[in-house]
């Protein structure tokens, strides 16, 4: 995968241009409040995905303009591809000539990981987080994941609706092992997809955390959800256990929508003790091997957008990065040219008001 031009207009704070980008890494410098994060921003959106700051449209649109308009020339598959996206209300999504759907279809054509010290959320927050992390990661590598989870919210919302509506006619009542049924049998086959990649992740992330932390702890990855065996039974049997709270609720408070993935250094829960720098060593992991899986699965290394990743990191850890990514193509941002200095690989662009300049 690899990424040859990308040209923006009407986008966040960049000055309407285009960025001719090379092989291996590519760094992006300059002050803070410049750009240098919208750039990879307006990278990672070609993915399908939506904004990592969890941005919504209007404000990726320059302030006081209509639209924003985004180009991508990539080589995918051993071929020459385009694609364009508009930015208004929604996205609209053009790939090699054809008018897509919606934004979210370009996804598995264009493939990139993303790490931000946004990211930190991933340790931080509370499950929602990590799931989403685990839900894009997937939706990137097999697209019907997606189709088949935003199915499953559709029947949890109906089952939400109904358990409302049940409190004041329990004739309803019967009807909710109908969704009970929809519920069980698509949450199975998402905690298997999910399941299926952790287990290919796991190994990466372990690999590379003791690379990172020097071999001092161990990260643990681990799904938090139902017991093994007939999940499809076993969530069956837990919405029928959670149904007497669900109708107090009026939610569903049993499901996929509700799993969690336990992130653990040293054998404890990486929220509560892990330091802020064990912390971020394990988000980098964690992004890091999911674009080794992404290359085992798709065939195809990821580009990797890097946003701040250096400041934060000692020598040690940054040449082992360095080593990691050797061969990727990457967009690596930092405000410290010292750092972009000693790779003596790629390019370097300045990135000032939103103007980004080639330098050398
Ligand atoms: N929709 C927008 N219109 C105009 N400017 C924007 C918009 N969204 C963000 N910005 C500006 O972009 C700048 C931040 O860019 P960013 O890429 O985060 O900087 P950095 O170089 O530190 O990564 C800020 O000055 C912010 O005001
Ligand atoms: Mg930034």
Redesign the pocket.
Known sequence: MRVERIGFEG????RAGEMIAQEGINV?Y????????????AIWLFTGSRSFRG?RE????????ERARLELDFVAEGRQQNAALLIQKGRQAVLNGVKLRSGNQLAGHFRAIVFSPSHLTLVKDGPEERRRFLDGAIGQLWPKYTSLYQAYLRAVAQRNALLKDARFHTQLLDMLEVYDREIAHKGARLVDYRLRYLARLRPYAEEIYAGIAGGREEIGVAYDGLPDGSREEALMTALKLARKEDLASGATGVGPHRDDVALTVAGMDARQFASQGQQRSVVLALKLAEAAVLRDVAGEQPVALL??VMSELDEKRQDYLLRHIRGWQVFL?G?DAAVVRRMNTGAVFR?EG?VLTKEG
């Open positions: 986008f966040r704070n960049l992006i300059g002050d803070n409040a410049q750009g240098k994060t919208n750039l990879l921003e941005a209007t404000s990726l649109v320059t302030a006081g303009q946003d701040d941002t405000c990135m939103g």
